[in-house]
């Protein structure tokens, strides 16, 4: 098994809104290895970006606190970094890929010049060997024309090429890990699939690991080595890709993959997707027990009553529930 590059324990991110605590992530554990991809997957405010942000230290303070836990990098706990010392590894030893470039990056300066900084700050290079930097940085991204495209303006690219862009910056300074947080939303078919071979491409060439956040399981399932599934809040199942997809024991991501449109059906018949009752509850709410089970057509009462733990239940395959487990009284 390939070693581990960084280790989360138990992190708890919470911000204080006018309806009460949002409890954004709630003590996650989670293991990023060396090289390998792992897709990180939940419903739209099941905490997946926020674990992001609180492992690179992005929170906005206020509303947002890291109330607990420990991100383990380099035998350094970031969470107890001074600002100074995090930001030497911010951007240049764990990059990100934000989610909607167009608002990530800077209209007012050339794409060329926001790729050149992040290049005079971390490794000190002059003003014109980061401009060369950046234009090869381009090209092996895919930009055609880089001489000419680095003095573009965000506004004068494509959402495809912004989006390039943002993947020439977080490489830029070779990083160890890099978190892309849906870096195929807003792009149609033919892009997307461009661009998850570009990531796969970089990820064998410079050997980085990659986490992968992300609602389509379509693009988890074709390019992650192993997957995490979110919901409000906390991870309720984990395991290498091959086998969440043949063996799901969760309620949670039995449904989500039963909601998939399927196309290997003997006579092609047109049945009817699954969907998952109700919706997520509210991250303010501190409900008892499994926090899936107002929606889990298998719940028992134990359910409602206390939380399971996260248990290995096969060799890798870990789950947090009392059905999975068998142990239901």
Request: glycine share 8%.
């Amino acid at each position: 098994m390939n070693p581990a590059v960084l280790s989360i324990k138990n992190l708890k991110t919470q911000f204080h809104t006018a309806e009460g605590v949002v409890r954004a992530v709630d003590g996650i554990d989670l293991t990023v290895r060396s090289g390998r991809v792992l897709g990180v997957v939940g419903e739209s405010g099941s905490g997946k970006s926020v674990t992001a942000l609180s492992v690179m230290r992005l929170i906005p303070q206020p509303p947002g606190k890291i109330v607990s836990g420990q991100v383990w990098f380099n035998g350094a706990d970031l969470m107890t970094l001074k600002e100074n010392e995090m930001q030497a590894i911010r951007g240049k030893k764990i990059a990100m890929i934000f989610q909607e470039p167009m608002t990530s990056l800077n209209p007012v300066f050339t794409v060329g010049n926001q790729i050149s900084e992040m290049l005079r700050l971390h490794l000190n290079m002059n003003r014109k060997d980061a401009r060369i930097r950046a234009i090869e940085l381009l090209d092996l991204v895919g930009i055609p024309s880089a001489e000419r495209r680095v003095d573009d303006y965000p506004h004068q690219l494509s959402g495809g090429m912004r989006q390039r862009v943002m993947i020439a910056m977080a490489i830029s300074c070779n990083p160890e890990i890099v978190f892309a947080d849906e870096p195929t939303t807003a792009l149609d078919v033919t892009i997307q699939a461009q661009i998850l071979v570009l990531l796969e491409e970089l990820r064998n060439r410079l050997g980085m690991s990659l986490v992968l956040i992300s609602h389509d399981l379509g693009v988890i399932a074709e390019v992650a080595h192993d997957v995490a599934i979110m919901y409000a809040g906390r991870i309720v199942e984990e395991a290498a890709t091959e086998e969440l997809f043949s063996h799901p024991l969760h309620p949670y991501t039995q449904g989500l993959l039963a909601s998939l449109p399927r196309f290997d059906k003997a006579g092609g018949r047109r049945d009817r997707l699954q969907a998952i009752p109700g919706a997520v509850p509210k991250m303010t709410e501190e409900l008892p027990g499994c926090k899936f089970t107002p929606r889990c057509g298998v719940a028992v009462p134990r359910c409602g009553r206390e939380e399971p733990p996260l248990k290995e239940v096969r060799p890798g395959h870990r789950v947090r529930c009392w059905v999975a487990f068998g142990d239901t009284p």
